[in-house]
């Protein structure tokens, strides 16, 4: 499993650095997290092949996070057969962004696509100062479909906060609330159990050589060896290794409310939009420092923090800088957070890397 950065700016693109974009991908599946402005040019540069998208999440409908998601669906389209069916996630109001892009700009697909939404609840809307003034309509857009919509579900939180997303393929996925100006979510990924490791020896000392039998008692199924002797799976197996958990947080000024499901992560994935000293404007803005994350990743246990979503004030490590610059650069960032959770814990993700997890 690996997650591959297209963006890690916060705000906008610039020539040298895309708006929030993260691709997880397992085995040759990939899922999307954000569709930031020209994130489809991102993911023309990297190693993902756009055809290979088979689920896009949206943490929140700001537009450095999802203005770059009709375009991709275009250009997906272009190589892609009638019997896909892309599916994606995001909060209420993702429908009718999606639908009236692509209707007022004709855009036929050529593949069905379908959108689920997660309904807010009141905890994420009393964030927002101007919720229910607010004059856009969040519910679902009424007429009809888009000719390639699939209608979707409405998703709605259990009594602990959590969003029930999917499970297939030994894989779910959950979501839970953050704090940040607009509803904002985060995604847990979590593996299931994997078999323990099998004890080869013991098989063959019953008579049962390397092939299809070892496949199927590791899939949980007992086998008859050449004497007769039935081989049950906990004789032979060792204890199951735990799957692994990614946590990838949208937006946010406070994450303790996601905490319960993302104890344990392997990976978190935090923002860091400013640096510590200018925490009174990242809280008012709806965002994080690195000694915020680093709190989070130390409240969940992480195993590893990787940052991302920079302000623009701050320059990409390897950005080509004059004598007279004196912006600071992400590695203000990374050295803060690691001040809080460990050198060799962090890593500041950059445009196109790819982080394996292990």
């Known amino acids: 499993m690996e997650l591959h950065f297209m963006g890690t700016a916060s705000a906008y693109p610039t020539p040298v650095r895309g708006a929030s974009c993260i691709i997880f991908r397992r085995d040759s599946d990939c899922w999307m997290f954000d569709c930031g402005e020209g994130s489809q040019t ?23 996070h999802v203005f770059g998601l009709p375009g991709l669906l275009c250009t997906i389209g272009q190589n892609s057969t009638p019997d896909r069916l892309l599916e994606i996630y995001g909060p209420q109001g993702l429908r009718k962004f999606l639908r009236v892009n692509l209707e007022l700009s004709r855009s036929m697909l050529g593949f069905d696509y379908v959108v689920h939404e997660l309904i807010p609840i009141r905890e994420q809307c009393n964030c927002v100062k101007d919720w229910e003034t607010w004059s856009v309509d969040h519910e679902a857009p009424r007429g009809p479909l888009h000719p390639y919509e699939k209608p979707g579900m409405s998703i709605s939180a259990d009594k602990q906060g959590v969003w029930h997303l999917l ?14 100006r607009i509803p904002s979510f985060g995604f847990v990924i979590q593996q299931a159990s994997q078999p323990g490791r099998l004890n080869v020896d013991v098989l063959k000392a019953k008579g049962i050589l390397p092939g ?21 799976p906990e004789d032979v197996l060792g204890p199951d290794k735990p799957g692994k958990k990614v946590v990838i947080l949208g937006d946010t000024s406070n994450s303790d409310s996601i905490a319960s499901i993302a104890q344990g992560a392997d990976v978190l994935v935090h923002e860091t939009t400013l640096e510590n000293d200018m925490v009174e404007n990242a809280i008012e803005k709806g965002h994080s420092t690195p000694a915020m994350a680093a709190a989070f990743a130390n409240m969940i246990g992480a195993r590893h923090l990787i940052i991302t979503h920079f302000s623009q004030r701050y320059r990409p490590v390897n950005a080509e800088i004059t004598d007279d610059c004196e912006d600071p650069s992400v590695l203000t960032l990374l050295k803060e957070a690691q001040e809080g959770f460990g050198l060799e814990k962090v890593t500041a993700a950059f445009d196109l890397m790819s982080f394996t997890i292990r």
Not at 53 to 62: N, R, V, Y
């Open 42 to 64: 991102q993911v023309m540069k990297s190693t993902i092949k756009p055809g290979k998208i088979s689920k896009i999440f949206i943490t929140h409908l700001h537009g450095d």
């Open 167 to 180: 499970e297939e393929s030994g894989v779910s996925v959950k979501a839970s609330w953050l704090t940040h």
């Open 212 to 232: 299809p039998l070892y496949a199927k008692i590791k899939r949980g199924e007992a086998i008859t060896a050449p004497s007769g002797e039935l081989v049950k």
